[in-house]
């Protein structure tokens, strides 16, 4: 197809269905960061719905631009239709910030501003780290196998986008199960609904209606009026400059965002598996440029590329569906919505609709890996169970604590450590593989993958690099720290001594030749050798 013959549309009758998966997570993020700065940190609602979900509209219009104008450049230039890169608030980030950055301020000053002056000013420094990213994304892209950057996107599906809100559905089974009934027709059948309407469109809005005859949904028009979006660059300089006179905080700030353009690289990965080929470097650049522009407007949150581009691709959208998001949020945040729509529909109506982003990812990944490298996904993906496990116990204690309960001891505590080992509750292993879980999630797959194929120069340079991530507390620790040389960086060490010594001595037959495992399927094509040896 010649470029003359190809025009890219921008709109497509699916881009409704995907409208509502990428909605509904927008939405819920803003719903939740909106309830934790008002009623966690104390913030007013002057910040939180002037100048805070102000400032995320912002920043979603700013990167929806880009990423709109990116696909009708991929489009034209490959001739075929593409999807669009799905785009918002960081998920996984935004807890971080929450509880890492302006939770921590808000506690030891009791100042709400203050608290939001610095989550802002972290939040303009941490943009910048991410935009580094497209230094060295291309080159970590290159290097790395699929499987490690799927894979540890299919754990971070599996148990925050996936088993949370089927939770939230069984909690409310009324309404959960009757908007899943949708979707499980609609949109994992794919059957067609009667006048084809959109499938994500019918399960919140019947959830929303059974709610409102249950008595769980309400009419609250208090928040409504009109917030104007403005920069607020004094109240952010405050912030950076509180900042760099408590560097620790940035031990916090830049292994996140190390993260964050690690993210946007698996989620440009996923939507090249699925068959749109994006620019990883431009994608990191926009995520960082998008997230300082939120900053300077007021948000604290990061923003990123999203995880799900191979659902939306399998609805077939185009760009039409970002496009409606970042219209219908930024109406909603300036015009002060955001408020009566958290009472207006239920999250147990919404929730059917991440869990099928979440089992479409997983599903693709299946597809886009060859079958032998499915054992390189599943290692990649054990390390946010531990994350999702550490998260929760420290839920339970809070909720102890809140519910009354006093003289516990904190996660952490020596004794208590003790009592869950015994319990079979291995706290301490959990903690260390829960700390910077999609970096070990990655290198775990990607030194799985590259054993499988026989490159050993490559798994004992992942397993290397890991040693040094471990030494400074890239992963494995919630701060950096200096090089220092415990159990876990010897480990890693040990593992990539391994692999770049032993092949060179090894007998060359074992490694030309297969062995076969028993009760374990043979899901290598075929008996060839290593690569490292050819």
Known sequence: MSDTAYSYKLYNRSDFNAFWALFTDNLVNLLILSGVCQFVFQMPAEIVFGRIVPGAAVAILAGVVVYTLMAKWVANKQGKDVTALPYGISTPVMFVYLFGVIGPIYWATGDSLLAWQVGIGAGFMGGIVAAFGAIVGPFLKRITPRAGMLGTLCGIALVFIGSVPLATIFEHPLIGFTSLLFILWGLIGRFRLPYNLPAGLVAIGVGTIIAIFLGQSSFNTDGIGFYAPVPYFGDMLIGIQYLFANPELFLVLIPVQIYNFIETMNNVESAEAAGDNYPVALCQVTDGAGT??????????????????????????????IIGVALVIAAAAFLGFLSFLAGLIPIAAAAPVLVFVAVSLIT??????????????????????????????????????????????????????AALLMEGAHYEGHLALSQGAIITGLVWGAIAADVIDGRFKHA??????????????????????????????????????????????????????????PDEPDLLDDDSPALDVR
């Open 364 to 417: 693709n990944t299946g597809y886009a890996v060859k079958p032998a490298h499915m054992a390189a996904v599943a290692f990649a993906i054990l390390p946010h169970i531990s994350n999702f496990l550490v998260t929760k116990w420290g839920s339970l204690m809070n909720a102890l604590r809140n519910a009354g309960v006093e003289g516990l001891p904190g996660l952490g505590d020596g004794d208590l450590t």
């Open 460 to 517: 004992g340079g992942f397993a290397i690099a890991a040693a040094v991530m471990s030494s400074i507390g890239i992963i494995h620790s919630y701060t950096l720290q200096m090089p220092q040389f415990d159990g876990i960086t010897v480990g890693y060490l040990i593992i990539g001594a391994f692999m770049l010594i032993y092949p060179m001595i090894a007998p060359k037959e074992d490694l030309e030749h297969r062995i076969i495992v």
């Open 292 to 321: 300082m522009i939120g900053a300077l407007f007021g948000s604290p949150f990061p923003t990123t590329v999203y995880i799900g581009h191979p659902a939306y691709k399998r609805m077939d959208a185009r760009a039409g569906y």
